[in-house]
């Protein structure tokens, strides 16, 4: 690159979440809901203790990679290194 020119970086802003978040809770509670029901029926016990622990990691995961689409709160306190926007670093 010839001296004096910068590349010029763009940041993309995050989209806005086209699932409203009651609807992300569904996605989250109905399947986990059914298979406790699943386990239970089954005499399955200690599946009915690890699937909701497993199951709760995956999302956490998922949803920590992501960039947290459904807590745009937290997402931002990430981004700006836990300021407030237009406050004192």
Known sequence: MA??????????EPAESWIPPWLWWLI???P??????MFYVG???????IFPIAWIGF???????AGWPI???RWRARMTGGR???GEP
């Open 32 to 37: 986990l809901i059914a298979s406790e029901f």
């Open 3 to 12: 001296k004096g020119k910068r590349k010029r970086i763009e940041v993309e």
């Open 71 to 73: 807590l745009p709160e």
């Open 59 to 65: 999302w956490y995961t998922a949803m920590d990679r």
């Open 84 to 86: 407030e926007e237009g």
């Open 28 to 30: 989250f509670l109905l």
């Open 43 to 49: 005499g399955r016990g200690w599946s009915m203790l």
